[in-house]
Nanobody
Framework: QVQLVESGGGLVQPGGSLRLSCAAS????????MGWYRQAPGKERELVAG???????KYADSVKGRFTISRDNARNTVYLQMNKLKPEDTGVYYC???????????????WGQGTQVTVSS
């Protein structure tokens, strides 16, 4: 069973930085797209940033120029460097990965448990 374990959330002041990490494990044969989503209170979950296994990245307009997504394919890990954080960045951040396990026939979507990011003075 594929597991995604996130770390790096917390409380930070406006203008500060945080780095989120998400490590995938559990019999993984292949990983395709990986990404970060967030859900603010009372809002739907939205894509923050995504990356293909070739390293191509995409970002929500609201985070362009402030957030950077990267991945280490050897470690099955994706990172999100968040700079110049704003109060509106507050939410639960979820890691997502498309993975195929050994013996499996297709890719499935997997989600982490979420990590809280709070931007407040």
């Amino acid at each position: 069973q594929v597991q995604l374990v996130e770390s790096g959330g917390g409380l930070v002041q406006p203008g500060g930085s945080l780095r989120l990490s998400c490590a995938a494990s559990g019999g993984i044969f292949r990983l395709n797209d990986m990404g970060w989503y967030r859900q603010a209170p009372g809002k739907e979950r939205e894509l923050v940033a995504g990356t293909t296994n070739g390293g191509m990245a995409k970002y929500a307009d609201s985070v362009k120029g402030r957030f950077t997504i990267s991945r280490d394919n050897a470690r099955n890990t994706v990172y999100l460097q968040m700079n110049k954080l704003k109060p509106e960045d507050t939410g639960v951040y979820y890691c997502n990965a498309q993975a195929q396990v050994y013996g499996g026939l297709r890719m499935y979507d997997y989600w982490g448990q979420g990590t809280q990011v709070t931007v407040s003075s």
